[in-house]
């Protein structure tokens, strides 16, 4: 009586554990093939930077033209003027304007 209670323990735990690793490889498939790839560009910026410092352009960066903040040649600002819209009442129509405008249908022959 041991013996088929402890084969049938051992049988659990091997489905158990065949399904676990048939889970396994099956979302390992799935990650393999929705893998997504950076663009080139992306990995391009995501290149590390050089950490070491170029004293060289340092320098020449401090002996470039420096200009102050009075040597700035600014436009000045001009008001220019602008129209302002008028508004104009619609005229309404009259009762003899109105008669007027209404179509008229006429017969043709042959029909």
Same mark, same amino acid.
């Given at each position: 009586?041991?013996?088929?209670?402890?084969?049938?323990?051992?049988?659990?735990?091997?489905?158990?554990?065949?399904?676990?690793?048939?889970?396994?490889?099956?979302?390992?498939?799935?990650? &393999?093939?929705?893998?997504?790839?950076?663009?080139?560009?992306?990995?391009?910026?995501?290149?590390?930077?050089?950490?070491?410092?170029?004293?060289?352009?340092?320098?020449?960066?401090?002996?470039?033209?420096?200009?102050?903040?009075?040597?700035?040649?600014?436009?000045?600002?001009? *008001?220019?003027?602008?129209?302002?819209?008028?508004?104009?009442?619609?005229?309404?129509?009259?009762? &003899?304007? &109105?008669? *007027?405008?209404?179509?008229?249908?006429?017969?043709?022959?042959?029909?």
């Amino acid at each position: 009586m041991k013996e088929s209670k402890f084969s049938k323990n051992l049988f659990y735990i091997a489905i158990l554990t065949a399904i676990t690793i048939l889970t396994w490889i099956g979302f390992d498939v799935y990650r &393999a093939f929705n893998k997504v790839e950076i663009p080139k560009n992306v990995q391009e910026q995501l290149t590390p930077l050089n950490p070491q410092v170029d004293m060289e352009t340092l320098e020449n960066l401090s002996k470039r033209l420096q200009i102050k903040e009075e040597e700035f040649i600014l436009p000045t600002p001009t *008001s220019t003027p602008t129209k302002t819209p008028t508004l104009m009442p619609t005229p309404t129509p009259t009762i &003899a304007e &109105a008669e *007027s405008e209404t179509p008229t249908i006429t017969e043709t022959e042959g029909m």
